[in-house]
């Protein structure tokens, strides 16, 4: 179960998951990552690209920014939904 | 996500270069359309690479326009492109039906015949056989009819005792599988005489029924009646009965044979020279030359083309011509004709009666000169020489008593 975020007040939708026991990405529209090694970085819900060269991306998301930096980052697929982004990722920053 | 690229390569593609001060907005604006976009690549400050499918570029004009950037096409791919541009090309396809046309009309006829599992008929008969029921080499395939055909070949050809043909697209695979022929068995009912089958001189009788016509010590030629069937009797008269028995004869067996006194041997050198061929429909071509060695061993090779069991009609072949060289033993007289007595005397064996009792057998050599000798062997053999035959035909076929 997710740890609760003394500084965010949670959602009704989170209460309901909880009570329920529900996975927390399944209900909400918070974003969903799948890391394959170093190499590969897949999101999902994302709300649109903000920055974008080789060494950075930085993506809008739901409450945050997620800036993610590397070397030779390339975006493998873009959807409105799903972002897939390959390269060698060094950090993933969440910038409130 | 894989599968959807996959899908896109298939429905084509364009790879555009963009060109702008506001990239991601471009991005942004891309994904609200549902412009799906892959393999993005940053090229620099100012520009991208990325790949986008035919139904998404056409709206991008649009968005290009509403971000300020400049679309150029760097590559067309995918299969509309494909055919759009063998549209082009319309010889080249042409070619292409023109081939597969006479690849498909080719393959309606019947390019090669292979006879399997006879052993003493000669393939040669049985696809003269085959010729006659128009199972030929050219026949339109359709028309060739398995089960009418076997069973018209089974009928012209006793020796048969089962055929069965299989279209294997244009190679036609007859498999036979012959009769062993039965000897003809005369009833018990039938009256019959007992015939020699062979000369020799009466060693023993045994009869079970029948008139004796000759005694112990008599000699007889082949087709003497040696037990009569017809039996007089004083006071009685005739009456005719299955004559039944065996007959011991004395017989001979004669040959003379040369053999040589000089055992040869190929003896392969090493060298091979391989020539290749292939065959279209059954006409061969050969590339470069055939044997190029005074004396050599060929071993032959073919290979059908053919998809699953279909024949296509293209058949590689490939001959490997091994030279020999002939390797010259001499041999000693002796164990020549000890050689050779005894293969003359295997070959005997064979001719007679398979419970024949072998007596003696006595071998003389002549040679004839430095490399020849002539062995003649002379066996005799104690068997049975009575075959029965009917009395009323006379010239039937006989049956070993």
Known sequence: MRKKDKTQKPTMKQKLGDLLELPADLLADVPHMTLNDNQEIYIENYKGIIEYDEHMVRLNSKGYTIRITGRGLAIYSITDEEIGIRGTILCIEFVA | ?401
């Open chain 2, 1 to 401: 996500m894989g599968l959807n690229k996959t899908l896109h390569a298939v429905g084509g593609y364009v790879v555009i270069r963009v060109q702008g001060r506001f990239l991601e907005r471009f991005l942004n604006v891309c994904t609200k359309r549902n412009i799906y976009l892959w393999d993005i690549t940053r090229l620099g400050e100012d520009a991208l690479r990325c790949k986008v499918s035919l139904k998404g570029f056409r709206i991008l004009p649009v968005v290009a326009r509403k971000t300020h950037c400049r679309v150029r096409i760097v590559a067309k791919c995918g299969l509309p492109i494909a055919v759009h541009k063998y549209k082009k090309r319309k010889w080249f396809l042409a070619g292409i039906g023109v081939f597969l046309l006479l690849m498909l009309s080719l393959n309606l006829y019947v390019w090669k015949i292979d006879v399997v599992g006879n052993e003493k008929i000669p393939t040669d008969i049985l696809l003269a056989e085959l010729d006659k029921s128009g199972v030929r080499v050219g026949q339109f395939r359709f028309r060739l009819d398995e089960k009418s055909l076997q069973n018209e070949i089974i009928a012209r050809v006793p020796q048969l005792s089962w055929l069965w043909i299989n279209k294997q697209g244009s190679r036609v695979v007859v498999q036979v599988k012959e009769r062993e022929m039965p000897p003809e068995v005369i009833d018990p009912s039938q009256t019959c005489d007992l015939v020699a089958k062979k000369a020799g001189v009466i060693h023993n009788l045994n009869v079970r029924a029948g008139q004796n016509l000759v005694a112990a010590g008599d000699t007889v030629q082949e087709g003497a009646v040696l037990v009569s069937g017809t039996i007089e009797t004083e006071g009685v008269g005739v009456r005719t009965v299955h004559a039944d028995g065996e007959v011991l004869a004395r017989t001979w067996y004669e040959k003379t044979q040369a053999f040589s006194l000089v055992h040869r041997e190929q003896v392969p050198t090493g060298n091979t020279k391989t020539q290749w061929g292939v065959s279209f429909f059954g006409h061969p071509f050969w590339f470069g030359k055939g044997d190029p060695f005074a004396q050599s061993q060929v071993t032959k090779q073919d290979m059908d083309w053919a998809i699953g069991n279909t024949y296509l009609g293209v058949t590689i072949h490939k001959n490997v011509y091994h030279e020999v060289t002939t390797e010259e033993t001499p041999m000693a007289l002796d164990d020549v004709v000890a050689q050779g007595a005894d293969q003359i005397q295997k070959e005997f064996a064979r001719e007679a009666d398979s419970q024949a009792k072998f007596v003696k057998a006595d071998v003389t050599h002549q040679q004839i000169d430095e490399e020849t000798v002539e062995v003649t062997v002379i066996a005799e053999y104690i068997e049975n020489i009575a075959k029965k035959v009917r009395i009323d035909s006379g010239t039937a076929e006989g049956a070993d008593g």
